[in-house]
């Protein structure tokens, strides 16, 4: 049988490889599912009838054989599977299996099976279906729950009951959110079957169970999908949000006191998310974004353009009003206020990477500035912009500047379009002003001219206080445009300011 989507050499050789060891293979799962959303997929998974790790190497042998190359295999034995890469697949073997669970674990008991007993423990009919690579009745479709159905109207359908499934695997709940936020289009939505959506809303506390690793592993991936909201609603809409992101759901709500009312945080935050996958995909789209890499000596830095979305920065809209619950007060004279959400959401930003087992390293501190600094461009678009005040946030953000002026502008969600518009139009002002003093001043990464070793030379002082005392003056008066950012203005006034010190050189 003729497969159109079965072309490229890898299908043939697992054939050939089926035929000469008397084993049954399929390919499954994505990239069945894919090919018929054609959508581009570098993953294949291929379901034996015998021993995954076995056909792994069978099939290397064969390449070998074939093309005089060889492809190394990976296997793990816990698992019973073996994974090889060749010709720009990555290609994961597993042997059929089926499956059965104690209540108090996500870990399965598992046994060899057949082809149908392996389609049964599928998360979702669109997932389960499979396409035959044995010589007999290659290319075929093996589609037992009708999955194609449902593939073509948009639908997330178990194979089995949605309650054994979900309690047998809670991580499938949030797999069927995810998958119902990844393969939406502007053309067509796909959506949870109301079954489903009843048992997940039922089995909601069977999420206490899942390791925090797993959980962030479908959250990051839930970000980076085309339209994270629809994902986020799903999650409050069916009782996970408190398991999953409890700080979130915080921002639910609006409260009235004196007949004034504040914004819906939560649902801010989701158009802030929409917003941010926009206008980040446009600016990858026309080349304006790159990506920072620190030199190995430590001095500077080399930069790529931007080919793929930053997951963090996704992470930073999501988490960049998680202050507000904390900051909320009422002023009878000013209405409701968030002083200070900036810094209490930085702190929170380093409690919630710590609870989800997320990075601790640079990639948190990256959220926590960007969150720390989200309101900065835009108040400054609200008054006169001091060359002052865009030298301290250049300063700040250095590298960061770009993806903290999108998450920025992506902030911008009134529904009065009149005020959008000239929010914008102060906002566009404040990056061309930036990128004026940027190429005048050169303040991103700024480092200090005069370093505490030189004023010790200068001086022939130990270290001390008063040397960090000098190098703030100087960094202030850059910053603030009293002298150049040179060398010899920065000495010019480390020696005026010494001299008020009572300090002498001797250089």
């Not at 159109?4 to 050499?9: E, I, Q, S, V």
């Not at 729950?145 to 499934?165: I, K």
């Not at 931007?306 to 998680?322: C, F, G, T």
């Amino acid at each position: 049988m003729e497969n159109k989507y079965l072309a490229h050499p890898i299908f043939p050789i697992i054939s050939q490889v089926a035929n000469e060891t008397a084993q049954r293979a399929f390919v499954i799962g994505g990239f069945v599912r894919d090919c018929f959303l054609a959508r581009k997929t570098d993953d294949i998974d291929i379901v034996i009838e015998g021993s995954g790790i076995d056909f792994a190497m069978a099939v290397s042998n064969k390449i070998k054989a074939l093309e005089s190359r060889s492809c190394k295999v990976s296997y793990f034995k816990n698992f019973g599977t073996a994974m090889l890469r060749y010709r720009g697949l990555e290609i994961e073997f597993v042997g059929a299996r089926k499956e059965s669970y104690h209540r108090d674990s996500r870990k399965p008991i598992v046994e060899d099976g057949s082809l149908e007993d392996d389609q049964k423990r599928r998360d979702f009919t669109i997932n389960a279906m499979a396409f035959s690579l044995n010589m007999e009745d290659y290319g075929r479709l093996v589609d037992p729950f009708n999955g194609l159905e449902d593939l073509e109207a948009g639908r997330l359908r178990t194979p089995l009951e949605p309650e054994q499934t979900y309690s047998d695997d809670p991580l499938r709940m949030l797999r069927a959110i995810r998958f119902a936020s990844k393969l939406s289009t502007d053309k067509k939505r796909f959506y949870i079957v109301p079954e489903s959506l009843s048992a997940i809303k039922k089995m909601s506390s069977r999420m206490s169970i899942l390791s925090k690793e797993r959980i962030a592993e479908e959250l990051n991936k839930m970000l980076l999908s085309p339209k994270p909201s629809i994902a986020l609603a799903l999650l409050d809409q069916n009782n996970l949000l408190p398991y999953i992101l409890p700080d979130l759901e915080k921002l639910k709500g609006v409260e009235t006191v004196e007949g004034r009312g504040h914004k819906d945080n939560f649902t801010h935050t989701l158009k802030v998310v929409d917003n941010l996958v926009q206008e980040e995909a446009d600016e990858i789209a026309l080349g304006h974004l790159y990506d920072y890499t620190p030199l190995a000596d430590g001095d500077g830095f080399s930069a790529s353009l931007r080919k793929e979305p930053n997951l963090w920065l996704r992470w930073a809209a999501l988490l960049h009003d998680i202050g507000k619950p904390k900051s909320k007060k009422y002023d009878s004279n000013i209405g409701w206020t968030f002083h200070g959400h900036d810094v209490i959401g930085s702190r929170l930003v380093a409690k919630i990477f710590k609870e989800l087992k997320l990075p601790q390293n640079e990639k948190m501190k990256y959220v926590q500035k960007l969150v720390y600094l989200h309101h900065r461009p835009s108040s400054l678009a609200d008054s006169m912009v001091t060359d002052s005040a865009l030298r301290r946030l250049l300063f700040d953000a250095g590298n960061d500047i770009d993806d903290l002026m999108l998450l920025c502008n992506a902030d911008i969600t009134s529904k009065n379009q009149s005020k959008v518009k000239r929010i914008k139009k102060a906002f566009d002002l404040v990056r061309q002003k930036l990128q004026e003093l940027e190429q005048r001043d050169a303040i991103r990464n700024w480092k200090n001219p005069i370093t505490g070793e030189y004023i010790m030379e200068v001086y022939d002082i130990k270290p001390s206080k008063v040397i960090g005392d000098l190098k703030e003056l100087i960094k202030n008066a850059i910053l603030d445009g009293e002298i150049e950012n040179s060398f010899e203005a920065a000495d010019a006034y480390l020696r005026e300011q010494a001299a008020k010190l009572g300090l002498v050189a001797i250089k």
